[in-house]
């Protein structure tokens, strides 16, 4: 939310959910981006610098990583809504 007031995000995924679009919120997203974004209530966040070493995208990404932004996801979720999730086989 640094380059874009959470306004701003709001306005964006209120429009889009009117306009019965999916909203996605993505661009060098951060683990601690997640307790302000998910109050907004976009339908998906999309992570990947801050999946990989060293939180730089081209990286190889990094288990441990990618656990924590997981685990903090369910935990958000679990405190702000009910949560579904589907795995692509």
């Given amino acids: 939310t640094s380059l874009v007031t ?3 995000l709001l306005s964006f995924i209120t429009e889009a959910a009117h306009c019965n679009l999916f909203c996605g919120l993505a661009g060098s997203l951060r683990c601690e ?14 992570f990947r610098g801050a999946l990989c070493n060293d939180s730089k995208r081209i990286a ?13 996801l369910d935990m958000t979720n679990q405190l702000t809504q009910p949560c579904t999730t589907t795995h692509a086989h």
Avoid: M, S, V
């Fill in 6 to 8: 959470e306004q701003t």
């Fill in 33 to 46: 981006d997640i307790d302000t974004l998910i109050q907004l209530d976009p339908d998906y966040l999309g």
């Fill in 60 to 72: 190889d990404l990094n288990p441990d990583n990618i656990r924590t932004i997981r685990n903090k």
